[in-house]
């Protein structure tokens, strides 16, 4: 049997009501939308990703709640970016002020904006070079840091809103730059 992935063109966008839908009527998956309005399935992760990404929120989480910098989001949450792409980053940082008025009264709405700070962990499934065009394509859209931890090759490639990439090796320390101040993180705790 070959196994070779069919290529399907879709003459149908999904709108951003079908979407959230779907998604509620299938928790067990996260669904996302491309810029070209093709759907992207990405299945549950394993217990050891899930768990680095509840880590990752959660320090992120602790970090802004204490200094009163914005607010934080979790995988399940949807951006719908300028290029009406609509992703879930594993974790995701708005500042404070630039939520739209009334986002925190529309369950059944994607936040129509790109977070200041996302951070995408590599599961075992993931392809590196997918989530690297992903991480391009938040910068693109407005995003200002976004950290891709490659669990795979023990290292972190940095993504900034002036088009710089930086990798770091597993005994770094990633900074929150000018975008989150003052949040640091070992990497190793993520590994």
């Known amino acids: 049997m070959n196994s070779k992935k069919a290529q399907v063109q879709s003459f149908y966008t999904v709108t951003d009501e079908e979407l959230m839908l779907m998604s509620s009527q299938n928790p067990?998956?996260?669904?996302?939308?491309?810029a070209d309005g093709t759907l992207e399935t990405?299945?549950?992760?394993?217990?050891?990703s899930g768990n680095r990404e509840i880590k990752a929120g959660a320090y992120?989480?602790?970090?802004?709640?204490?200094?009163?910098?914005?607010e934080v989001f979790?995988?399940?949450t949807g951006f719908r970016l300028p290029n009406t792409a609509v992703r879930s980053p594993d974790a995701a940082f708005?500042?404070?002020?630039?939520?739209?008025?009334g986002w925190d009264e529309q369950e059944d709405?994607?936040?129509n904006l790109a977070p200041d700070f996302?951070?995408?962990i590599r599961s075992k499934n993931d392809s590196l070079e997918k989530l690297k065009a992903k991480m391009e394509e938040y910068i693109a859209?407005?995003?200002?840091?976004g950290w891709l931890i490659d669990r795979q090759n023990q290292q972190a490639l940095v993504y900034r809103g002036d088009g710089s990439i930086t990798q770091y090796p597993a005994t770094a320390i990633l900074s929150g730059e000018d975008v989150v101040v003052g949040f640091t993180l070992p990497l190793a705790r993520l590994f």
């Not at 990405?42 to 050891?48: E, K, Q, R, S």
């Not at 859209?141 to 840091?145: E, F, I, P, R, T």
């Open 28 to 34: 067990e998956l996260r669904f996302e939308r491309n």
């Open 60 to 70: 992120l989480f602790n970090w802004v709640e204490s200094q009163d910098l914005g």
């Open 118 to 120: 996302v951070i995408e």
């Open 94 to 101: 708005v500042a404070k002020g630039r939520l739209p008025e």
């Open 141 to 145: 859209n407005g995003v200002k840091l």
């Open 109 to 111: 709405k994607f936040i």
């Open 74 to 76: 979790s995988s399940s």
């Open 42 to 48: 990405m299945p549950p992760t394993g217990g050891i």
